[in-house]
């Protein structure tokens, strides 16, 4: 694996010595490690209507050991064989509104290739502080309740609001691996959508906003295809159950469980700035080479 990645950014010259050390000094994901981040990631992620990088990237560099960047590009690779799991089963309770969903796309495909090219300028610790803001954000305002419309009245004005949510998620996606739900879902619930809806719309989007922003990844070496497709391939399976489950659950209960699954996320994230002050003892060997 690590000789075909090498061989590629040798063909990108414009990054090719900058990254290369860095995927030849990571360990390969194991298996097992990968599968148990993928039934977790899978499950969550339809069960609320996001790809599930908000458990892919806490797992992977929890679980895996996997480096932040590269976890942040991996999750959202992985994120598109879950994510087409669960629109399947959310398209056979019929609850997709294309319309929106096309709207939110225009945006979140713009925003997918911003959110990449600052993945690969944005300091790491920086990158955790925006993730934790994000999910409190997110938790905090699904606290406030639940809208039981059944659907989204576009006009000019929404259809600017919808294409502007999804440049803000797709944005986010590139840039923190996830797939964009945790922004998608409470923006249409606040417009006045089903959440169930809003759940099966925002896994629509994702699909063509992981696709899009995977590409931009493997081009900045910032993605571990093999892991991805370990996370992906797994989590697609129990992403058909958390889906079902999904469609049986109240409005309310399932803003609370997300939000509280928010909660956990952000925390565990602030705590992980902890190790990464550690790391000093690690910077020495950049000192062998400096006497070169």
């Given at each position: 694996?690590?000789?075909?990645?090498?061989?590629?950014?040798?063909?990108?010259?414009?990054?090719?010595?900058?990254?290369?050390?860095?995927?030849?000094?990571a360990?390969?994901?194991?298996?097992?490690?990968?599968?148990?981040?993928?039934?977790?990631?899978?499950?969550?992620?339809?069960?609320?209507?996001?790809?599930?990088?908000?458990?892919?990237?806490?797992?992977?560099?929890?679980?895996?050991?996997?480096?932040?960047?590269?976890?942040?590009?991996?999750?959202?690779?992985?994120?598109?064989?879950?994510?087409?799991?669960?629109?399947?089963?959310?398209?056979?309770?019929?609850?997709?509104?294309?319309?929106?969903?096309?709207?939110?796309?225009?945006?979140?495909l713009?925003?997918?290739?911003?959110?990449?090219?600052?993945?690969?300028?944005?300091?790491?610790?920086?990158?955790?502080?925006?993730?934790?803001?994000?999910?409190?954000?997110?938790?905090?305002?699904?606290?406030?309740g639940?809208?039981?419309?059944?659907?989204?009245?576009?006009?000019?004005?929404?259809?600017?609001?919808?294409?502007?949510?999804?440049?803000?998620?797709?944005?986010?996606?590139?840039?923190?691996?996830i797939?964009?739900?945790?922004?998608?879902?409470?923006?249409?619930?606040?417009?006045?959508?089903?959440?169930?809806?809003?759940?099966?719309?925002?896994?629509?989007?994702?699909?063509?906003?992981?696709?899009?922003?995977?590409?931009?990844?493997?081009?900045?070496?910032?993605?571990?295809?093999?892991?991805?497709?370990?996370?992906?391939?797994?989590?697609?399976?129990?992403?058909?159950?958390?889906?079902?489950?999904?469609?049986?659950?109240?409005?309310?209960?399932?803003?609370?469980?997300?939000?509280?699954?928010l909660?956990?996320?952000?925390?565990?994230?602030?705590?992980?700035?902890?190790?990464?002050?550690?790391?000093?003892?690690?910077?020495?060997?950049?000192s062998?080479?400096?006497?070169?």
């Open positions: 694996m690590f000789t075909r990645t090498a061989e590629w950014r040798d063909r990108d010259g414009g990054i090719r010595a900058h990254v290369s050390s860095d995927f030849v000094s360990p390969p994901v194991q298996f097992s490690k990968a599968a148990l981040v993928g039934v977790a990631a899978g499950l969550l992620g339809g069960l609320f209507g996001v790809g599930g990088g908000l458990i892919m990237v806490p797992g992977l560099i929890g679980v895996a050991k996997m480096e932040r960047r590269r976890a942040h590009g991996t999750s959202l690779a992985a994120t598109l064989p879950i994510s087409l799991a669960s629109l399947a089963t959310y398209l056979a309770h019929g609850n997709v509104d294309w319309a929106v969903a096309l709207f939110i796309t225009i945006g979140a713009a925003g997918a290739i911003v959110g990449t090219h600052l993945l690969h300028v944005i300091p790491k610790n920086v990158l955790v502080i925006i993730f934790v803001i994000t999910v409190l954000l997110t938790a905090t305002r699904l606290l406030f639940s809208h039981d419309s059944p659907g989204i009245d576009i006009s000019f004005g929404i259809a600017i609001v919808l294409i502007l949510v999804g440049f803000v998620s797709g944005t986010l996606a590139g840039l923190l691996g797939g964009g739900g945790v922004i998608m879902v409470p923006a249409m619930s606040t417009l006045g959508m089903a959440t169930v809806v809003a759940k099966g719309t925002s896994v629509a989007v994702i699909v063509p906003t992981a696709i899009m922003g995977t590409i931009r990844n493997r081009k900045n070496a910032n993605v571990d295809l093999r892991a991805a497709a370990i996370v992906g391939g797994i989590g697609a399976f129990t992403a058909v159950i958390g889906a079902t489950i999904s469609d049986q659950l109240s409005e309310q209960a399932a803003n609370i469980m997300f939000a509280l699954l909660l956990f996320v952000a925390v565990n994230q602030l705590l992980s700035l902890r190790p990464e002050r550690n790391q000093p003892a690690a910077t020495p060997a950049p062998i080479p400096a006497s070169d």
